[in-house]
C-alpha cells in the first residue's frame, strides 16, 4: 500500500471511530469494525454485543470462534485487516431489549457504508450474517424465511453468502438444517481459501 493511500485509510478510520452520531446509546457510542483496501473477505454482520463493546475487537467471544470454524481459518488471519474486513450494519452496540440486543441503529448504514466498501475495491466474497445485512447485501426477502435465504446460496454464490448468526442461541437452527453444515461450509470454506 503506498503512503499516502495508507495515511488516508488511517485518516478515515480515525474519523469512522471518532463518529458521535449515536451519542444517547447506553454504554455511548464506539465503532467497532475492521477495514483495509487490501482485504478480499468481509464480514458483514448486525451490530456489536455488550462483549465487544468492552473488548473493542469484533467476534471475540464463542459466536466469533464458530465463525471461524466456519470460515476454515484462525484467528491469525481473521485478525488480518489485510485479509478480512469486518463491517456490521450497525457499528456500535445497540443496547439489550426484553429479548436481545435492539437492532443496528438507522443511522449507521446510510452514513459510514458505503464509504467504507469503496475503500475496499478487491472485496470478492461477503459472509453476510443476519437479516439487516441481508435486506442490505442482497434485498428484503419476497416472503421468504432467513433458512430459505441461506438454502438458496447458490444463487448468490460465490460473491455473497447468506448465513445464519454464529451465536450459541442458533444451535437448535443448526440441528434441524444440516445441510448447512454439509453443503454450505464445504463451498464457503473452499471459496475462502481461493481467496487468501
Known amino acids: 500500500m503506498a503512503a499516502s493511500s495508507h495515511n488516508d485509510i488511517e485518516q478515515f478510520r480515525a474519523e469512522v471511530r471518532g463518529c458521535n452520531i449515536c451519542n444517547d446509546l447506553p454504554l455511548g457510542p464506539r465503532p467497532i469494525f475492521q ?12 451490530a456489536p454485543g455488550r462483549i465487544t463493546h468492552h473488548k473493542d475487537r469484533p467476534f471475540d467471544d464463542p459466536s466469533g470462534e464458530r465463525l471461524r470454524a466456519w470460515m476454515g481459518i ?6 488480518d485487516a489485510s485479509k478480512v474486513a469486518i463491517v456490521p450494519m450497525g457499528l456500535c452496540f445497540p443496547g439489550t431489549g426484553k429479548s436481545g440486543d ?3 441503529r438507522a443511522e449507521c448504514a446510510p452514513t459510514w457504508r458505503a464509504k467504507m466498501l469503496a475503500r475496499m475495491p478487491d472485496i470478492a466474497c461477503i459472509l453476510v450474517i443476519g437479516c439487516y445485512a441481508l435486506d442490505w447485501h442482497i434485498g428484503p426477502p419476497k416472503k421468504a424465511s432467513l433458512t430459505s435465504v441461506v438454502q ?39 471459496r475462502i481459501n481461493s481467496l487468501l
Do not use: C
Open 35 to 46: 477495514i483495509d483496501p487490501r482485504a478480499r473477505i468481509l464480514i458483514a454482520g448486525q
Open 74 to 79: 484462525d484467528r491469525d488471519i481473521f485478525y
Open 102 to 104: 435492539f437492532a443496528p
Open 152 to 190: 438458496d446460496w447458490e444463487t448468490h454464490a460465490p460473491a455473497l453468502w447468506p448465513m445464519p448468526h454464529p451465536s450459541p442461541r442458533n444451535n437448535r437452527w443448526l440441528k434441524t438444517n444440516p445441510w448447512f453444515e454439509s453443503d454450505v461450509l464445504p463451498a464457503l470454506q473452499a
